[in-house]
Antibody, heavy 121, light 110 residues
Framework: QVRLQESGPGLVKPSETLSLTCTVS????????WNWIRQPPGRGLEWIGY???????NYNPSLKSRVTISIETSNNQFSLKLTSLTAADTAVYYC???????????????WGQGTLVTVSS | QSVLTQPPSASGTAGQRVTLSCSGR????????VNWYQQFPGTAPKLLIN???QRPSGVPERFSGSKSGTSASLAISGLQSEDEADYYC???????????FGGGTKLTVL
């Protein structure tokens, strides 16, 4: 069974950089597209971006200037870095695998349990 | 404001059939497939219907997806109390080169 688990700080100060890691078990990270998705409290889902094991990345245009997603094949992990944080970045951050082929025909399954990140001084 | 449009709420009585809508554009639903996700409070979203209109193992046959033009629908037949949750649609947007979600529909079983 494939499992994803997010880890990282729960509280980050404004203007600082958020770093989260997703550990994948039960599947090799050298397959599929690996994604980050977030959900502000009481609101809907927002796709942040993905990285493919080939090195290809794609980011949400609204966040592109602040986002970096990377893969650590040796640890079967992938990571998210989001810079210049503001209160608007407070959200539950999920990692998710996209499967089904290329991005246009894929779906997110499974998801990690999510980790709440609060941006506050 | 979400790229895909979903009504914020919907309701039905137990046993009833309900349909949840998801409206998009030619750049997303009009061109690409649609996925549906179910989310209970305090938990991660779960895949309900994939791009091939298939249900993952464990998802009841009562759930089905369809698409017509730039809109998609999730139908739930034989509504049950445990179906009370938030439902999200998602699709790839060609113009944005990004995945986009609907704002979600909160389904209440009366």
């Amino acid at each position: 069974q494939v499992r994803l688990q997010e880890s990282g700080p729960g509280l980050v100060k404004p203007s600082e950089t958020l770093s989260l890691t997703c550990t994948v078990s039960g599947d090799s990270i050298s397959n599929y597209y690996w994604n980050w998705i977030r959900q502000p409290p009481g609101r809907g889902l927002e796709w942040i971006g993905y990285m493919h094991h080939s090195g290809a990345t794609n980011y949400n245009p609204s966040l592109k200037s602040r986002v970096t997603i990377s893969i650590e094949t040796s640890n079967n992990q992938f990571s998210l870095k989001l810079t210049s944080l503001t209160a608007a970045d407070t959200a539950v951050y999920y990692c998710a695998r996209a499967r089904g082929g290329g991005p246009k025909i894929s779906w997110f399954d499974p998801w990690g349990q999510g980790t709440l990140v609060t941006v506050s001084s | 404001q979400s790229v895909l449009t979903q009504p914020p709420s919907a309701s039905g009585t137990a046993g009833q059939r309900v349909t949840l809508s998801c409206s998009g554009r030619s750049s997303n639903i009009g061109t690409n497939t649609v996925n549906w996700y179910q989310q209970f409070p305090g938990t991660a979203p779960k895949l309900l219907i994939n791009s091939r209109d298939q249900r993952p193992s464990g998802v009841p046959e009562r759930f089905s997806g369809s698409k017509s033009g730039t809109s998609a629908s999730l139908a739930i037949s034989g509504l049950q109390s445990e179906d009370e949750a938030d439902y999200y649609c998602a699709s790839w947007d060609e113009s944005l080169s990004a995945w986009v979600f609907g704002g979600g529909t909160k389904l209440t079983v009366l």
